[in-house]
């Protein structure tokens, strides 16, 4: 009962973190890179100790570069942020519904190929979006986080398996 409780708490959180993903994804060109640079303008402000107030025209043109760099890091690590999640949940879940000694290794790469294929729809879904483009460096991002979530999680389960087994183990002593 406990695991598919956690099955299905896994699912949910993996379904909305995809829906969140879409929604993100569907916001044309104009109104995604307006509130990534409004948050880009604040950080760049915030340490940079000026006063900048967002919307207002920039005179300065190195804080506009300094707060378009910023905007570009931080939508690539975003990125990266959006698919962890699904990494590490996709494998939790294949990983507690699978048995056998390669269960670690077969839901790790169940959750990378479910995830990749879902970086590749986005990109491509993102391409039907104004202004949007279908982008294999977005791709890269999206892998780097679905594989640390994956990463995080194989351990997780690896270590997992290593402690009840030992602790049966001296069970039994």
């Known amino acids: 009962m406990k695991r ?14 995809m829906a969140f993903i879409f929604y993100h994804s569907a916001k044309n060109a104009e109104s995604s890179l307006g ?23 920039l005179e300065n043109i190195e804080y506009r570069q300094a707060v378009n760099r910023m905007n570009k890091r931080m939508r690539d690590c975003l990125h990266a942020l959006e698919y962890f999640p699904m990494g590490f949940c996709l494998t939790l879940l294949f990983a ?3 048995k056998g000694k390669h269960k670690v290794i077969t839901s790790s790469v ?23 483009t279908f982008q294999l460096i977005d791709i890269a991002h999206d892998a780097m986080g679905f594989c640390a979530g994956t990463a995080l999680a194989a351990i997780v ?5 290593y402690f009840t087994s030992a602790a049966k183990k001296t069970k039994h002593i």
């Not at 640079?37 to 025209?57: H, L, M, Q």
């Not at 959750?111 to 104004?130: K, M, R, T």
Request: aromatic share 8%; no cysteine.
């Open 96 to 98: 507690i519904n699978l």
């Open 4 to 17: 598919k409780v956690f099955s299905a708490i896994l699912l949910l959180i993996t379904l909305l973190n």
């Open 110 to 132: 169940a959750a990378l190929g479910i995830s990749l294929l879902y970086a590749v729809s986005d990109e491509v879904h993102q391409h039907f979006v104004p202004g949007r």
């Open 35 to 57: 509130e990534s640079k409004k948050i880009a303008n604040t950080i760049v402000a915030t340490v940079k100790g000026e006063d900048k107030s967002v919307g207002k025209e």
């Open 157 to 161: 389960v690896f270590a997992y398996g």
